[in-house]
């Protein structure tokens, strides 16, 4: 017998085996519940709600590309632009009700100095939003 007998040994072992009977009647359980349970998931309520009338969708704002070469040249949407003059830009941008994005694009051999330079006039401007645009490698190259 699997529990013990009324038999004294000397040698009695503790029992290794796993008792699987309520393990399987616990399954069995929740796999009716389930089976009762899942029809119900699929039943749907018809509800009659509001309507309601929403605002327009927020347009997309303006965004502004800005590009730096690896000599240091900047590009405003593919033109050359000089620090000062993209000074201006920068406060004329800023001035606006809502403010562009900046995406700007660096190579990547640029000195970081031009871009924390184009960094800081476009927060002094009261630029906030600049976003660093990035292409992945190419298939096959490592980093």
Same mark, same amino acid.
């Given at each position: 017998?699997?529990?013990?007998?009324?038999?004294?040994?000397?040698?009695?072992?503790?029992?290794?085996?796993?008792?699987?009977?309520?393990?399987?009647?616990?399954?069995?359980?929740?796999?009716?519940?389930?089976? $009762?349970?899942?029809?119900?998931?699929?039943?749907?309520?018809?509800?009659?709600?509001?309507?309601?009338?929403?605002?327009?969708?927020?347009?997309?704002?303006?965004? $502004?590309?800005?590009?730096?070469?690896?000599?240091?040249?900047?590009?405003?949407?593919?033109?050359?632009?000089?620090?000062?003059?993209?000074?201006?830009?920068?406060?004329?941008?800023?001035?606006?009700?809502?403010?562009?994005?900046?995406?700007?694009?660096?190579?990547?051999?640029?000195?970081?100095?031009?871009?924390?330079?184009?960094?800081?006039?476009?927060?002094?401007?009261?630029?906030?939003? $600049?976003?660093?645009?990035?292409?992945?490698?190419?298939?096959?190259?490592?980093?």
């Amino acid at each position: 017998m699997a529990f013990g007998g009324l038999e004294k040994k000397q040698t009695a072992a503790p029992m290794a085996e796993i008792n699987m009977t309520p393990l399987i009647d616990v399954m069995l359980v929740l796999l009716v519940i389930f089976i $009762i349970t899942a029809p119900l998931f699929t039943h749907a309520i018809r509800l009659d709600l509001p309507k309601v009338a929403s605002a327009p969708a927020r347009e997309t704002p303006q965004t $502004i590309s800005l590009s730096i070469d690896a000599a240091g040249k900047l590009y405003w949407d593919g033109s050359v632009i000089t620090l000062e003059q993209l000074r201006g830009r920068f406060a004329q941008a800023g001035k606006q009700a809502d403010q562009p994005e900046i995406h700007l694009h660096a190579e990547r051999n640029t000195r970081y100095e031009v871009i924390a330079q184009v960094m800081g006039a476009a927060q002094q401007a009261g630029l906030e939003r $600049i976003g660093f645009v990035t292409e992945p490698p190419p298939p096959g190259s490592q980093q």
